[in-house]
């Protein structure tokens, strides 16, 4: 479980770095890089892999992910509307800890039938989560002035919403 957390803090670093032009076309872009980042993070650590997406890590693991899930999900709303002029939505929490979790059932399964993430099944799951969020979100929404600004003027662009709280274990 300690090993499971660490990797979990681990995840919450990848909203702190600077976020390219090519991933602020649209929300499903910025989805697109964030994932990308999270498969990369998992090959560089393949104990992560095996612990969160392949079970290893038993129950109490298990439920300290979909508590971390839910705490992306809330993050995951804040991050868009930190990006983009994002519409109201009535439990943002609720659809993106959906969305996290629709996506690793499919990174998950890749694990299990290939013992890897496979570029098939990760692409299934970036189409799976796109298709989800288009059932609340608009096909397009504006980036934030701020950004476009900085973009022109060739200035890094880091969102500042992002997961600050420690991952810990699940009551008993």
């Known amino acids: 479980l300690g090993l499971a957390q660490r990797y979990l803090r681990g ?3 990848l909203t702190r770095q600077p976020v ?3 991933a602020l076309q649209g929300w499903q ?3 697109r890089w964030d994932l990308d980042q999270a498969l990369a993070y998992y090959h560089a650590h393949p104990a ?3 612990l969160l997406l392949g079970g290893y890590g038993g ?3 298990r439920q300290a992910n979909n508590a971390f899930n839910r705490k992306i999900g809330r993050s995951t709303y804040h991050r868009l509307n930190a990006a983009f002029h994002m519409p109201s939505l009535r439990d943002p929490v609720q659809l993106f800890h959906v969305n996290i979790e629709l996506t690793d059932a499919i990174l998950t399964l890749s694990y299990l039938e290939h013992g890897r993430l496979t570029d098939e099944l990760t692409e299934e799951a970036h189409r799976a989560s796109v298709a989800y969020c288009r059932l609340y979100l608009p096909e ?3 980036l934030r002035e701020e950004h476009a600004t900085a973009l022109a003027a060739g200035a890094p662009v880091i ?3 992002s997961l600050s709280e420690d991952v810990e274990a699940p009551a008993s």
Request: net charge neutral; glycine share 0%; charged share 30%.
């Open 11 to 13: 995840f919450s670093e």
């Open 20 to 22: 390219p032009e090519r």
């Open 29 to 31: 872009s910025l989805m």
């Open 48 to 50: 992560a892999l095996k």
């Open 59 to 61: 129950m109490a693991t």
């Open 140 to 142: 397009h929404v504006e």
């Open 159 to 161: 969102l500042r919403a």
